[in-house]
């Protein structure tokens, strides 16, 4: 919790300005899936009557700074897409986006470990000359 009067306030208004744009932002959301469902699904007519009340729904998102308007703009194109490629052999693949997962780190190889054993070999060349 912030102990700064600042902090307490931004929390307060933070609050509510999450419970005022969510249920746009949900209404975004359905709206964008169910032009996708048709689309997918073939149905054209019933996508391209759902396409205005989805532009619609993502250009008032845009115009209150609920998403950000090349994202606005993104999604549009998407929906486009995804209309334009019903009942076309190469249609415009809608799946949902998969997480980035990070690549593990790959063990040094070539002159990496080179360096680390010639490193090792100077050291205990040093330590038996004293000896």
């Given amino acids: 919790m912030p102990i700064i009067k600042s902090a307490k ?6 609050a509510k ?16 899936k169910k ?3 048709a689309a997918q ?16 729904t993502i250009d008032t998102a845009a115009k209150k ?16 897409r ?5 009942g076309k052999e190469k249609a415009v693949k809608v799946v949902a986006k998969k997480p980035k997962v990070a ?5 040094a190889t070539g002159a990496a470990n080179a360096k680390k054993k010639t490193a090792t070999a100077k050291k205990t ?5 004293k000896k």
């Fill in 65 to 80: 700074n609920i998403i950000h308007r090349k994202n606005a703009d993104n999604k549009k194109s998407r929906l486009a």
């Fill in 103 to 107: 690549a593990a780190k790959k063990p």
């Fill in 35 to 37: 032009v996708l469902t």
């Fill in 41 to 56: 699904q073939g149905n054209k007519e019933a996508a391209e009557k759902l396409l205005p009340v989805a532009y619609k």
């Fill in 9 to 14: 306030k931004r929390v307060k208004q933070a």
């Fill in 17 to 32: 300005k999450r419970k005022q744009n969510y249920p746009l932002r949900s209404l975004l959301k359905t709206n964008v």
């Fill in 125 to 129: 060349v040093k330590k038996t000359a």
């Fill in 82 to 86: 995804a209309i334009a490629g019903i």
